[in-house]
């Protein structure tokens, strides 16, 4: 009985270290996670304001230069967009 005893705390031992290297793991793994969370929530708040900011570029007017009406005051670029707004979305 003394042999069994003393394999069985040996195996308990050995499944006890096992388990916290297992447990080391699972937190690196965590760690890990949580930082690519957080860039991938920045990215899609990035994402987010270029549509927010476009969508309102597309429902404010733009000044036709070529009209006939003389030339526009607008400092909008040839394309319609503000010099800042086409630098936010590259």
């Known amino acids: ?22 447990l080391s793991t699972g937190e690196a793994q965590l760690v890990v996670l949580d930082k690519r969370r957080r860039e991938t929530t920045d990215t899609m708040l990035r994402i987010a304001g270029a549509i927010q900011m476009l969508e309102e570029l597309l429902q404010t007017p733009v000044h036709n230069s070529h009209s006939g009406l003389g030339a526009s005051t607008d400092s909008r670029s040839a394309n319609g967009l503000q010099p800042a707004a086409v630098e936010a979305l590259a």
């Not at 009985?1 to 297992?22: C, G, H």
């Open 1 to 22: 009985m003394l042999t069994e005893s003393v394999i069985a705390r040996s195996d308990l031992e050995r499944r006890l270290q096992e388990l916290k290297q297992e």
